[in-house]
T-cell receptor, first 114, second 112 residues
Framework: DTGVSQDPRHKITKRGQNVTFRCDPI?????LYWYRQTLGQGPEFLTY????????KSRLLSDRFSAERPKGSFSTLEIQRTEQGDSAMYLC????????????FGPGTRLTVT | GNSVTQMEGPVTLSEEAFLTINCTYT??????LFWYVQYPGEGLQLLLK?????DKGSNKGFEATYRKETTSFHLEKGSVQVSDSAVYFC???????????FGSGTRLSIRP
């Protein structure tokens, strides 16, 4: 297994368009996380899945954002009606179950909204 | 609430210099503490971790000790190399949550 993968790596879109990102976690990991990282800042938590169930969502995740993990494997993060403030790096991470476990991060999708 | 405060960068050192990057935290309960590293063009990687007070995490010559009395987890390395140039993030995993809380990152540049 080669780790967490994300697609696309870069996305440029115009304000008002919808975008969708995909994350493929490490195959045996049942937990999947989305974070957002803006320039010069650390990643901020967006949402978390255990298998297909979305267990926690941050207040950062406005109504324009939706995440799914339909079969408990890959996940998608959709942003509707993008705004310039959505420009950021979107990071996906996965981990096995357990009390304190390492989260393995993907390379991220860099979104630029023009 | 839970938060992490780390030394602002950028930090520029010469090769073989001693490195310290300060990190303090605020948390309820007994969090686990991490240092993550982000090399240019790559994803975040766990560098080291400590899960309880007085634990020392170590990896690749880096060390950090979980100090509950000072709520600190400072990163140290005795002799840095050019290949250590990266952004370093201090982070905590609260005992009652699933998400990691990151500091703002410290950019480290090492001159040959």
């Amino acid at each position: 297994d080669t780790g967490v993968s994300q697609d696309p790596r870069h996305k440029i879109t115009k304000r008002g368009q919808n975008v969708t990102f995909r994350c493929d976690p490490i195959s045996e990991h049942n937990r999947l996380y989305w974070y957002r990282q803006t320039l010069g800042q650390g990643p901020e938590f967006l949402t978390y899945f255990q298998n297909e169930a979305q267990l926690e969502k941050s207040r950062l995740l406005s109504d324009r954002f939706s995440a799914e993990r339909p079969k408990g494997s890959f996940s998608t993060l959709e942003i509707q009606r993008t705004e310039q403030g959505d420009s950021a790096m979107y990071l996906c991470a996965s981990s096995p179950s357990g009390q304190v476990v390492e989260q393995y991060f993907g390379p991220g999708t860099r979104l630029t909204v023009t | 609430g839970n938060s992490v405060t780390q030394m602002e960068g950028p930090v520029t050192l010469s090769e073989e210099a001693f490195l310290t990057i300060n990190c303090t935290y605020t948390a309820t309960g007994y969090p686990s503490l991490f240092w993550y590293v982000q090399y240019p063009g790559e994803g975040l990687q766990l560098l080291l971790k400590a899960t309880k007070a007085d634990d020392k995490g170590s990896n690749k010559g880096f060390e950090a000790t979980y100090r509950k009395e000072t709520t600190s987890f400072h990163l140290e390395k005795g002799s840095v190399q050019v290949s250590d140039s990266a952004v370093y993030f201090c982070a905590l995993f609260p005992s009652s949550a699933s998400k990691i809380i990151f500091g703002s990152g410290t950019r480290l540049s090492i001159r040959p």
